[in-house]
């Protein structure tokens, strides 16, 4: 008796549509999934038209700068740096040129050191292909933390960033030997007093 009424349970309701249920195809459902954020696009869109003015416009003599921060990295942030929010690095945005003095490529990490004139020691600027830190966004106003959804789009918005910044000079870095004369435009990020003070360029120029 049960699987008999059993069986014309099974025949009858298969007919009954749910009520308040919607069948909605795969494909449908699937489209309607937000994309993830595109750093890369992201990237693209401000590079040329805000990003390179901003650096070409904006950057102080790396000859002026770089005393002024090891002398008191508040008061020169203050004068020539920007800083997104407590607790920020300071930002400075700097140009320089002078002998490569050393070109060193042992690590993935690579760097020149550049003597330039007015300052005892050489800038260390960096070449790559492994580029640390994000000086480059955070010397940008305009790229605030507030107009991305989470921490993980903020970074990655800054590692395509970063990548722009590097295929720039990727080139020119290859090229230049010790002996050579360069120019350069960059960021530089220091948290606090004592850091090391490095240029992640966005530009590098070989004198003719």
């Not at 349970?9 to 009520?19: H, M, S, T, Y």
């Not at 990295?73 to 002998?99: C, D, I, K, R």
């Not at 722009?164 to 290859?174: D, V």
Request: hydrophobic share 50%; glycine share 8%.
């Amino acid at each position: 008796m049960i699987d008999r009424c059993f069986a014309v349970f099974a025949l009858v309701f298969p007919l009954v549509p749910l009520a308040g249920c919607k069948i909605v195809p795969i494909v449908e459902e699937q489209a309607a999934v937000p994309a993830g954020f595109d750093a890369a696009g992201y990237a693209d869109g401000i590079w040329t038209a805000q990003a390179l003015p901003f650096f070409s416009e904006t950057a102080r003599p790396v000859a002026e700068v770089v005393p002024a921060i090891v002398a008191d990295l508040e008061a020169a942030g203050m004068q020539f740096g920007y800083q997104a929010g407590e607790g920020s690095p300071w930002s400075f945005v700097v140009n320089g040129s002078g002998e490569i003095t050393a070109k060193n490529t042992e690590s993935r990490a690579g760097t020149l050191e550049v003597a330039v004139e007015g300052l005892a020691e050489p800038v260390v600027v960096q070449i790559g292909p492994v580029i640390r830190g994000n000086a480059v966004r955070d010397a940008l106003p305009f790229v605030s933390f507030k107009d991305f959804v989470n921490q993980i789009e903020y970074a990655n918005a800054g590692k395509a960033l970063t990548a722009l910044a590097h295929a720039a000079i990727a080139e020119a870095a290859e090229a230049v030997a010790v002996g050579h004369i360069v120019s350069f435009t960059g960021a530089i990020a220091v948290s606090r007093p004592g850091d090391n003070i490095v240029v992640t360029p966005v530009s590098l120029e070989v004198a003719p």
